[in-house]
């Protein structure tokens, strides 16, 4: 089969690979439907990871299942599938407490752009859907399988209540969710952070009332100008840097919630500062799984359509161009067609 | 009048000063009842926090109002009031928010230790109690002012549940009354970390269900242990130290909460740490007024009586050996008469 390889920053090729294939009997193999280019793949292209050698990329996914291991018996081979980028057996302790991507058997996703994909933890992983849906709904189903996902959880993690102020920091895709999430929680007012025009229009679209162009101390000041000098209730931050970081803890109330969901890059959070912030601060990588059966249902009523985050739909095989194109900022997420 | 001064690391007099009196319509002078000596005055006492020039010290009292500005109707001259250690209006924004310790015209109390006190922001501080309550009520009055509303915080920032594990890092009088909180919140599993016996002993005594002496990661994976290998729902950070605040944050499950109330000196959290943690974290200085009428009504019931941890009673004027007792471990906490 064949999928996509990084051999160094700068570098993805699409080449034969090892067929997917089950190694374990709570695996299944899943033929893909869609896949997509995610924001955080952009950190070793861009060689702010490093690639110590040659490795296959991708994380998120929609498809059929194609062959289900012994012990997998909520899906069989023919059906819809939407998962996580982080399996979970969704059984453990973590996951019973809705932290499955903390799963004690979690197996992060990464090779999901390809022809085909092994699915470890398949049983407490996937989430078959009655129907094939319509082709028309994949791309939302893939973006709940991790961008809205992620933006859900940057909502739930900043304590998103109906009739509060969320700001969101950064406008990539999972910002964009995270709009529709705070919107979907009842959030009154919605500030969404951004430069760019489409993407404005795009976060607009998803339900924000406000847009800041101004970053770092700038922005927070001007966050704290459009609430009464306090700052925010909640605050969203999906990118990962130190400034982004700094700009959502400036940007929140006093009592108020930082929720960050973009995979730190070296951030340190001063504990003196944090401490008579009285801000409140959670993250990690979003357990997705606690809300695919919500999320699925949102995204099946055409309640939210989070895949209006594709700007850029190419061949699988064209995944290179997919790559660049985000990184050039000229797409904000490419969608990728076996 | 005559109040504590400090000169110096280690060196705390009891001296005459300036006499408290109303320099604003919205300030109140007390006659103080009784007052005290916190751990947090052992950071200048122990030369950890820099003592440029000679200052009064102590934030906690109780007493009777001698005198109120001609804005404050609250409270009247005669009546026992108790008030936090944070002053507030209790009108802004921030107080409406219930973080009243983040009040936009704050002021925090400094000159406690002395015969009588000015209090700033008296009508939104000070909570009368309708009866001079018996001196028996008194500690617990004065625990209610600063270290009980610290403990409960602690809890409350942790997000303490009924039926959940709590631990508490930090075995001084706000650990103490944070095992109180943690328990009046209907934790099911309490675990103090102390090797102090007489500390021990109280912690028991507040419902503490376990003791940990281990410290550091030790102590942290003694806590895995103790809790099915995956950490506790809550962790009470009480100290302050980046030790403690590791170990708080090493203890906590993925999803936990650890709720931080000693002033963090030289604490840094690395973001990734945090991120793949899934642990939630809030602290700063209590909102003691939110608590107060509630805590208040829990000691004159006698259903908590956090006055147990002042296990050294002295005449105001031995201020100094107070200190000393504190700084040397041979109190946990020291009242102090006028």
Known sequence: MRGAVIHAPGDVRFETVDDAKILKPTDAIIRTAVTCVCGSDLWPYRGAEPTEHPHPMGHEYVGFVE????????????????????????????????????????EFMSTCQAEYVRIPNAQGTLVAIDEVPGEEYWPGLLAVSDVMGTGWWAADAAEVRPG?????????????????????????????????????????????????????EEGA????????????????????TAQAMRQALHSA?????????????????????????????RGGPAPVRRYLPDLIERVLTGRIDPGKVFDLTLPLEQVAEGYRAMDERRAIKTLLKP
Chains 1, 2 share one sequence.
């Open 221 to 240: 000041a001007r966050i704290k100008e459009l609430t009464n000098g306090i700052g925010a209730d909640s605050v969203l931050e999906c990118v990962g």
């Open 164 to 216: 509060s102020t969320a700001v969101v920091v950064g406008d990539g895709a999972v910002g964009l969710c995270a709009v529709i999430a705070a919107k979907e929680m009842g959030a009154e007012r919605i500030i969404a952070m951004s430069r760019h025009e489409p993407r404005q229009r795009l976060a607009r679209e998803f339900g924000a009332t406000d847009i800041v162009t101004e970053r770092g």
């Open 67 to 106: 062959a289900a291991g012994a012990e997998v018996t909520a899906v069989e081979p023919g059906q819809f599938v939407v998962g996580s980028f982080a399996t979970s057996d969704n059984t453990c302790a973590n996951c019973r407490n809705g932290f499955q991507s903390s799963c004690l058997n979690r």
């Open 253 to 281: 109330r006093p009592g108020g919630n930082v929720g960050f969901v973009g995979v730190p890059h070296e951030v340190a959070v001063d504990g003196q500062e944090l401490f008579f912030s009285h801000v409140g601060l």
